[in-house]
Nanobody
Framework: VQLQACGGGSVQTGDSLRLACAASERPGSSYAMAWFRQGPGKEREFVAAVRYSGTTHYADSVKGRFAISRDNAKNTVFLQLNSLKAEDTAVYYC???????????????????WGQGTLVTVSS
C-alpha cells in the first residue's frame, strides 16, 4: 500500500490549505487514517485522525481550526487547515492502519503505512 500526499505550500498567517492523501489500495478492513506533522527540530506529532466510521479525533493545538475527513470509496483522507499559524509550519504526513484501537489512535506506532510528507510553511 502506498500513500501519496499533496496540497502543501507556503501561505500567510490566517490563510487556509487543504491537504489530500490517497492510498493505492484499501489498507485493510475498517482502517483508520490520520495526519501527523513534524516541525523543524521536533518529533513527529499527532494532528488528527478519522476512523472508518467517520469518528474524528484532534490534537488540542488544532481543534477548531483543522478538519479531517475521508472518502472511503476512494481510500482518500483530507485535512482542511484554517486560520493557520506560524507554529503550524511542518512536514505533514498521512498515515493509515487497520485495527487501530481507540487508545492508540494518536500514536505513530499504531499506523502501518505512511505517505512521503508534504511541506506546509506559514509565515507572518
Amino acid at each position: 500500500v502506498q500513500l501519496q500526499a499533496c496540497g502543501g505550500g507556503s501561505v500567510q498567517t490566517g490563510d487556509s490549505l487543504r491537504l489530500a492523501c490517497a492510498a493505492s489500495e484499501r489498507p485493510g478492513s475498517s482502517y483508520a487514517m490520520a495526519w501527523f506533522r513534524q516541525g523543524p527540530g521536533k518529533e513527529r506529532e499527532f494532528v488528527a485522525a478519522v476512523r472508518y466510521s467517520g469518528t474524528t479525533h484532534y490534537a488540542d493545538s488544532v481543534k477548531g481550526r483543522f478538519a479531517i475527513s475521508r472518502d472511503n470509496a476512494k481510500n482518500t483522507v483530507f485535512l482542511q487547515l484554517n486560520s493557520l499559524k506560524a507554529e503550524d509550519t511542518a512536514v505533514y504526513y498521512c498515515a493509515a492502519g487497520g485495527g487501530v484501537i481507540l487508545s492508540s489512535i494518536r500514536n505513530v506506532a499504531a499506523y502501518d503505512y505512511w505517505g512521503q510528507g508534504t511541506l506546509v510553511t506559514v509565515s507572518s
